[in-house]
């Protein structure tokens, strides 16, 4: 007869992604707000403490006075003095104490503590953030331990590491979304950090095995639920899920063993997902032929004499020849980026993807940061618009707003392209002019690690250089879509990005980017 045994199944949830997370600089105010609540709180100890000072004198010198006077009552009430005082003390002074010690100290801090709750990041944020650091390990393939430990690249301060909570936090986030494969990385980290001896504030190691060893199960290794439901065990005796669930286990191996059940095979491996994308985001680029490579120059580039770059011709950089992608290096002012900046932190808004088929927009994971739209009536932005147009040549009064995006945890946007493709009859209705031709992307800020532009259709590698652009045209000079640029923000390892783009449109360049038939 063949038994069954019920699997019981641990239950979670999730929760939708907030705002502070997408952008570095949005983040930087909840610093600001801890630091206010850090500094409200010691001074709430700082006037419990000296409160409890007054109360452990006043108790001292009580104690030593009783010791005293309870050793002769009589003798010692024979003195007025001491009698006056005795029921002074009863009369007032414990009465005085007693409202010392029903004072709550508390009150302006909690109050503190109300209003800058309503500021808080919601349960969605901590998501968000959660799903960030999973992106960047997949991306940068990197190992857990490393993670937890904090030991990133380019990181000499401000190293953070994960406590066995933190591991434990990150792994159910992925067990809520039923990613087993990140909930077995970081539970086994978490139990991992607990076995070498360090003491957890709110998890203890029944609940992490507990979700461990049915993680393992959901990814077909029953070899390994086994083993750690055996590890629970051996903590709680009598956990009544875990006896349930060993049996499932031993019973399900033992058919396995006997050939009467198919043997799974563990789905120990996470979904591919952008596997070219993310091999270029680690720097593992499409090595050009000797033949190609040697087309690629550095130049001074003054447009063919443009009046305002003979004297001051800019700095060209072949990046890539198919598409032709080129580096204008030191086009952007120290001063002009961090005006750009600081117009555009109070500004910041989620970013959102395009969806062309009832041309609306919406957030998604697809992109992580939070922009702002700059427009030419600003100084900075009509400077260096017009630099655009010196450079490229092109017509910028049907070019759209300049469009300041900052990066958050993990920042990045998936692979897409700029242009609407041939089959929308009419590209952005709304302005009227024609699709997006070119592509103009200042870098306005360093970048420890990560963050840089990627072409996975043909292999390119844009590194984030500040005060940098580049350059690139989304349509063939028949107008045709050009799939090839297809491109992508990787994420951002260690600190924060921030862009400024430009795209110009098909209206107005007429004379100026002349059209073909060819697609070329």
């Known amino acids: 007869m063949v038994v069954c045994y019920l699997l019981l199944i641990l239950i979670g949830f999730t929760s939708a992604a907030e705002e502070f997370y997408s952008s570095i600089d949005q983040m930087k105010e909840l610093l600001h707000t801890e630091k206010d609540l850090v500094t409200s709180l010691e001074n709430y100890i700082q006037a419990e403490e000296l409160k409890l000072e007054q109360i452990k004198s006043w108790a001292q010198k009580l104690a030593n006075l009783s010791a005293f006077a309870i050793q002769d009552p009589e003798g010692f009430l024979g003195h007025p003095v001491n009698a006056f005082k005795l029921l002074k003390r009863l009369n007032k002074d414990w009465s005085e104490l007693e409202i010392l010690v029903l004072t709550n100290l508390s009150e302006a801090f909690i109050s503190k503590l109300s209003i800058g709750r309503q500021n808080f990041p919601k349960e969605g944020e901590q998501t968000g953030a959660a799903e960030a650091l999973l992106r960047l ?96 065990l051996e903590i709680d005796p009598v956990h009544d899920r875990a006896i349930k669930n060993q049996k499932y286990y031993e019973f399900h191996l033992e058919q396995q063993k006997t050939g009467q059940e198919t043997t799974e095979t563990p789905k120990t491996g996470r979904t591919k997902h952008n596997a070219v994308y993310e091999r270029l985001c680690r720097g593992d680029s499409i090595e050009l032929t000797p033949h190609r490579r040697s087309g690629l120059f550095c130049r001074y580039h003054d447009n063919h004499r443009h009046p305002n770059l003979v004297i001051g011709p800019v700095k060209e950089e072949d990046v890539w020849d198919q598409p032709h992608i080129v580096r204008y290096h030191d086009v952007a002012s120290e001063e002009d980026m961090e ?73 990045q946007y998936e692979p897409h392209v700029d242009f609407q493709g041939d089959d929308i009859p009419e590209p952005y209705p709304k302005l009227g002019t024609g699709n997006r031709i070119a592509t103009w992307l200042f870098y306005i800020s360093d970048v420890q690690a990560g963050g840089a532009t990627v072409f996975p259709d043909v292999g390119a590698i844009v590194e984030p250089i500040k005060g940098s652009a580049v350059l690139w045209y989304n349509l063939y000079l028949n107008g045709k879509g050009d799939y090839r640029t297809r491109h992508a923000a990787c994420p951002v390892l260690v600190g924060s990005k921030w862009v400024a783009n430009k795209w110009m449109h098909e209206r107005g360049q007429e004379f100026r980017r002349r059209c073909s038939l060819e697609n070329s």
């Open 137 to 232: 390990q997949d991306t940068y393939e990197l190992d857990t331990n490393t993670l937890a430990k904090g030991e990133l690249p380019g990181i000499s301060q401000f190293r953070g590491s994960l406590t066995v909570d933190d591991c434990y936090d990150l792994g159910i986030m992925a067990y809520n979304k039923n990613d087993f494969y990140h909930t077995v990385l970081w539970l086994s980290q978490a139990f991992r950090q607990l076995e070498q001896g360090e003491t957890p504030v709110t998890v203890g190691a029944v609940t992490i095995l507990d979700y461990l060893s049915f993680s393992f199960y959901k990814q077909g290794d029953l070899q390994r639920a086994s083993e750690f439901t055996k590890k629970l």
């Open 339 to 411: 005006m750009i900046r600081e117009w555009a932190k109070p500004k910041l808004k989620r970013s959102k993807v395009n969806d062309y088929k009832n041309n609306q927009s919406r957030v998604s994971t697809v992109r992580v940061s939070q922009n702002a739209w700059m427009d030419d009536t600003y100084a900075v932005a009509n400077r260096l618009s017009k630099r655009v147009g010196y450079v490229t040549g092109l017509e910028m009064t049907t070019a759209e707003q300049m469009q300041v995006v900052n990066y958050g945890v993990g920042g």
